[in-house]
T-cell receptor
Framework: DTAVSQTPKYLVTQMGNDKSIKCEQN?????MYWYKQDSKKFLKIMFS???????INETVPNRFSPKSPDKAHLNLHINSLELGDSAVYFC????????????FGPGTRLTVL | GEDVEQSLFLSVREGDSSVINCTYT??????LYWYKQEPGAGLQLLTY?????DMKQDQRLTVLLNKKDKHLSLRIADTQTGDSAIYFC????????????FGAGTRLAVHP
């Protein structure tokens, strides 16, 4: 009965590879988010989708491409991985976009070698 | 601009109260939040306060908001070892599509 789930939990890959992280929520929410947490634990929003439409797109390299096939899923594809992409990536979801509680997934730790 | 600051570390004795502080720069914040992150886990919302409130209490947690000084605090009464975690302050804005701006997190260590 996991609310927000992410796969994989750990991802280790070589520089230059392309990888995807998947996120699913079973809360019936209409809004989903991707956050990046760096090695110093600093958290920053990357993207947000509301009803499958992109509503937040922070200054993120275009190697990062989110895809929302339906309201319950928001996947993150990363092309040409770089060392600096190593981080923990958190997916979150909320109902609506007005101060509503965001529920976070357990995170995906990406290590680029 | 959007900026949230927190002190990085706090160490308290079990049973004492913990006070974690946060300052923010944007006075247009609508909601201010406290999230908890345990090692290797995601973030869990502890409590939040609407920007027109001064205080909110929820069991062992008390949130104080000083809008004039743009200062937010979280007090944990009777701190337990299970409270050891990183605590993040965050804010959201009107028309911001629920975008959360996080502080750097305060690592709370509770010792016997």
């Amino acid at each position: 009965d996991t609310a927000v789930s992410q796969t994989p939990k750990y991802l280790v890959t070589q520089m230059g590879n392309d990888k995807s992280i998947k996120c699913e929520q079973n809360l019936g929410h209409d809004t989903m988010y991707w956050y990046k947490q760096d090695s110093k634990k600093f958290l920053k929003i990357m993207f947000s989708y509301n009803n499958k439409e992109l509503i937040i797109n922070e200054t993120v390299p275009n190697r990062f491409s989110p895809k929302s096939p339906d309201k319950a899923h928001l996947n993150l594809h990363i092309n040409s991985l770089e060392l600096g992409d190593s981080a923990v990536y958190f997916c979150a979801s909320s109902q609506g976009t007005s101060g509503n509680e965001q529920f976070f997934g357990p995170g995906t730790r990406l290590t680029v070698l | 601009g959007e900026d949230v600051e927190q002190s990085l570390f706090l160490s308290v004795r079990e049973g004492d109260s913990s006070v974690i502080n946060c300052t923010y720069t944007d006075s247009s914040s609508t909601y201010l939040y406290w999230y908890k992150q345990e090692p290797g886990a995601g973030l869990q919302l502890l409590t939040y306060i609407f920007s027109n409130m001064d205080m909110k209490q929820d069991q062992r947690l008390t949130v104080l908001l000083n809008k004039k000084d743009k200062h937010l605090s979280l007090r944990i009464a009777d701190t337990q070892t299970g409270d050891s975690a990183i605590y993040f302050c965050a804010e959201s804005f009107p028309g911001g599509y629920n975008k959360l701006i996080f502080g750097a997190g305060t690592r709370l260590a509770v010792h016997p």
